[in-house]
């Protein structure tokens, strides 16, 4: 019995002792399966980032050389645009020079043309029995028809060359809420008398604007040219468009 025991007990040992080294095989199998996956994952990976690397770092030469680009492109035209600048600059000082060359030429013309007036009204037949010529008038509406601009040109046609004074007389004839009126444009404050007083020898041109009354439309401007000794010598009277008020 004894025996038998002991020879059931070795077989029990034996069989434990199989199984311990089966289950160290298999864990020892299942650790180096695992550890070689995790390396093939591991280079796997690390190869996958490597492509990874490149390609930005392809991408950044390319964004990089790119950028280069679009900086000298930027300088080109900040050239290009100190250039058009500088052209302007030029061509507006051109144009004011031109301006002020036609400014002077006109006022070269003005002043032979009134010089051929007074020489024509020198030389006509009636030139003896007049005092002062009324050669130009002109109204027109200023701004938003709250004023109304005027230019009157007088020559004086004297066979002695002497000077001639005296003054003008504007009225404005018009309506206002209450019907048809006169304004005499020095008693209504509307232009100081001392700006229609003329003193010259051969032209004088007087220029200005009239301030509007409130609520006033004028159809017409009435002109006197009076001498010093309160003689009438010339009168005329224009018409202002009432539209363009």
């Known amino acids: ?13 034996e069989i434990r002792v199989f199984r311990d080294g089966r289950i160290q095989a298999l864990g020892a199998g299942a650790f180096l399966l695992l550890s070689a996956l995790l390396m093939g994952v591991y280079f796997f990976g690390r190869s996958g980032l490597d492509a990874q690397i490149a390609q930005l770092e392809n991408n950044q030469v390319a964004f990089e050389d790119q950028f280069e680009r679009q900086r000298r492109t930027i300088e080109r035209l900040e050239f290009q645009v100190a250039e058009l600048n500088l052209s302007e600059s030029v061509s ?3 144009a004011a020079d ?4 036609v400014i002077n030429q006109q006022s070269k013309i003005a002043q032979l043309e009134n010089e051929a007036i007074y020489y024509r009204n020198l030389m006509s037949p009636g030139a003896g029995a007049r005092e002062v010529f009324v050669h ?6 200023g701004h938003q028809g709250e004023t ?4 009157i040109l007088l020559t004086h046609a004297d066979p002695d060359g002497g000077k001639t004074a005296g003054r003008l007389g504007l009225k404005l004839a018009g309506t206002v809420a209450e019907g048809e009126t006169l304004i005499d444009v020095v008693d209504a404050g509307l232009v100081d008398h001392s700006a229609l007083d003329y003193e010259f020898r051969y ?4 220029k200005g604007a009239l301030k509007l009354p409130e609520g006033f439309r004028p ?3 009435q002109l006197e040219v009076t001498s010093l000794a309160g003689k009438l010598l010339e009168q005329q009277e224009v018409d202002v468009q009432m539209e363009d008020v």
């Open 98 to 101: 031109l301006q002020d060359v």
């Open 203 to 206: 032209f004088q041109n007087f």
């Open 136 to 141: 130009r008038i002109e109204v027109a509406p």
């Open 1 to 13: 019995m004894a025996s038998k025991a002991a020879s059931t007990m070795a077989g029990n040992i």
């Open 148 to 151: 109304l601009n005027y230019q």
């Open 219 to 221: 159809s017409s401007l």
């Open 92 to 94: 507006e000082l051109a």
